[in-house]
Every structure is written in C-alpha cells, then in structure tokens.
C-alpha cells in the first residue's frame, strides 16, 4: 500500500491527538516519558482535575494539598445523633449476700442473768430498770429483779455482744466513666436483711445468748460511688471502687437509732459480654456504725455494724446508635444509611461484636452440636 504525504500527516495528527487525550484522562498516574513533550505543561497538574495548560501555574501549592479525589461530592457527611453523649452512662443492677458482724461495748452497763431467760442490762448499779433489747429497739423490763440472777458489772470487767446477720441486697446504680479509668456514679440499694442471736463477749459461760425483737427487715440506701480501673485482662476490667451513703434500716427504732455515714470499698470485676452489656461480680467490705440511745438512764451505746458482700449483677449503656430502621437491613455492625449512622437490627444487645464485621455466627454449624450428623457443611 502507498501512502502519501497527506496520509501520513493525518495519521500522526491522530495520534498527537490520542497521546494528548490519554494524557488527560489519566491523570493520577504519571505521565510516561514517551508523551512527556507534547503534555508537559499538563503534567504539573497533580490535582486529578484536568485543565488546560495555561491554568496549571508552577506555584499553584494549595490545590496539590488536597486529596487526590473529591470524595465530598460522592459521600454524605454523617451527622452526629444529639444523644450521643449517652454512651459515657452505665446502669447496673445487682444482687448478691452480705454478712453483717454486730459488735458493741457495754460501758456504764451490768449485765443481769436470771436463771433460764435472756440476758439483760441495766444502766449503773441498780437493777431496777433493765433492758431485754438494747441493739435495734428498746425493750424495758421493770420487773422485780431474780435475787438469784447472776450479775457483772463494767466496773469489774469489759462487757458487750457480738452478733450477726444477713442481707440480700438488690442495687441500682447510674455512673459515669470517662477518659476510659474513671467513674462517678450515684446508686439506691434495698436489701432484705435479718438479725440473729447475739452472745456475750465475756463471761459467755455464765451469759446466755440473746435474740433482738423485730429482727427482720430491710435496709434501704442511697451512695454516691467513685472508682478507678487499674487492670485489664482481654474481657475483664477490675476497678477498685467505693461508695459512700447513708442507710436506714427499717427495723431500727428510728427515734432511738441515729445512723452514720457508711463507706463501702470494693473491687468490680467486669466481663465484657458485648460493646453495650458487662456481667460484673463485686466483692466488699463495709464500714458502718449507729448510735442508740436508751432514755431511761446510761450512756448511749455506739454498735459496730460491718459487713461483707459480694453483689453479682449487669450493667449496661445505652448504645449511642439508634436502632436501623431498615426492616430487611441484615448488616451486623453499625453502619450509615444516607447521612445517619445506625446500629444493627441483627445485634443482641448480648452478643459480642468485631467493630469491623460484626460476629452474630462466629461458629460454623458444622461445628455446633446440633449437627450430629456432621451433615451441614456451614
Ligand atoms: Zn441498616
């Protein structure tokens, strides 16, 4: 074939043209050096916007900060939901035991023993006026004495009671965690609780033991409670904590009953069952006291009221996501629709989740028990 002057013009004119297009349309990768001559002036231009030669100026810095691609014009921009701020708030609720472990001392008191009956007190030296339950609520004897009744008196000796008790305490308590260590909170706790016997500290061979009236009730609370995590170990969380409130039990003579302050110290050992639940065991100890006055003479009586618990609940955050409210939506983790993050229809609220991917099923069928028969292969 013969080709003329003409020919080969229009040929190479073609393919100028196509060197410079490709040129063009590809922008982000750099230009070969085969078409470096003809698309010099265009190679400057790293922004991936074509332009034409005379815009793309030498010191043109601001543009060629900016990312390659404008993936504003092609994604929304999510918008904070305004309840967001909830998920630094924690709800628990526990239950658990406690042992409580009455002690006083009789200072200014004898104690009298008649034969076969409970022990009593009596303020001073005279027997007259005795008390038959001098620990939640007063009980006055005003019989005439047993003058075979054995006697001791605090001048002789050291004089008191120990006793104890349970409790079964149902907690609620709202805190606040914040640069992922600390936590405040407030909390109300109702416990059911019971007295029992109480035995002399001395002479308990001569002093029989004593059963205070009314010695079933309940104690409620309210506390304020700070705490610290100081160790992690994959799921578990320990965080020493306390909380300190007051308490007022119902089968106290509140007239005759002054209660302190308590302050209980423990540590919270919490196990993640999923971004939004942990299951937590608290053991604790407690440090409490009242007073009881006893209006008919002797001093007021200061009881130790200590106690052990250990409390075993949940606790749980609200998620800062609203629920998707795509019906058919099966996407496991959290995830945008439009310009709204939403959280999974599919998530228990139990179930631990990849943040990445989601993990509902993390086990195959085929390696569940329900497939005896090794049928399934999923
Ligand atoms: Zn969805």
């Known amino acids: 074939m013969r080709l003329s002057g003409w020919h080969i013009g229009a040929w190479c004119g073609c393919l100028l043209i196509g060197v410079v297009h490709s040129v063009y349309a590809q922008q982000t990768t750099t230009p070969p050096d085969t078409v470096a001559k003809p698309a010099a002036a265009v190679a400057q231009d790293t922004t991936g916007l074509p332009k034409t030669p005379t815009q793309a100026a030498p010191g043109e810095t601001k ?37 409580t472990f009455f002690s006083h001392e009789l200072p200014g008191y004898g104690i009298y023993q008649a034969p076969g009956g409970s022990p009593q007190i009596f303020p001073g030296t005279s027997t007259t006026t005795r008390y038959s339950n001098w620990v939640n609520e007063r009980v006055l004897d005003v019989t005439a004495a047993d003058p075979s009744a054995f006697l001791v008196s605090s001048d002789t000796a050291s004089l008191g009671f120990k006793g104890g008790g349970w409790s079964i305490p149902l907690k609620a308590t709202i805190h606040f965690e914040f640069m992922q260590r600390y936590r405040i909170g407030i909390g109300y706790s109702y416990e059911l609780f019971n007295m029992g016997e109480f035995s002399a500290t001395s002479f308990g061979d001569r002093i029989g033991t004593m059963q205070p009236t009314n010695a079933s009730g309940s104690i409620s609370r309210f506390f304020g409670m700070a705490g610290v995590s100081f160790y992690r170990s994959g799921p578990y969380l320990f965080t020493g904590d306390i909380q300190v409130g007051s308490f007022s039990p119902s089968n106290f003579d509140a007239a005759l ?4 302050v308590y302050f209980n110290g423990g540590v919270t050992i919490e196990r993640d069952l999923s971004e939004y639940l942990r299951a937590f065991v608290r053991p604790s100890f407690e440090f409490k006291s009242y007073t009881l006055n006893l209006p008919e003479g002797g001093s007021p009586i200061d009881h130790g009221m200590n106690a052990v618990y250990l409390n075993f609940g949940l606790t749980y955050r609200i998620p800062e996501l609203p629920k998707c409210f795509h019906k058919d939506c099966r996407i496991q983790r959290n995830h945008a629709h439009g310009d709204r993050e939403y959280r999974s229809r599919v998530h228990p609220i139990y179930k631990k989740q990849n943040p990445n991917y989601g993990e509902n099923h993390p086990n195959l069928i085929k390696y569940k028990g329900k497939n005896k028969k090794m049928l399934n292969p999923y």
């Open 63 to 99: 543009e060629q900060d900016k990312a390659d691609f404008p993936l504003d014009n092609f994604y929304a921009e999510r918008k904070k939901w305004p309840l967001s701020f909830l998920r630094h708030f924690r709800f628990s609720l526990s239950t658990g035991y406690g042992s």
């Open 257 to 260: 009953a002054t209660t302190g």
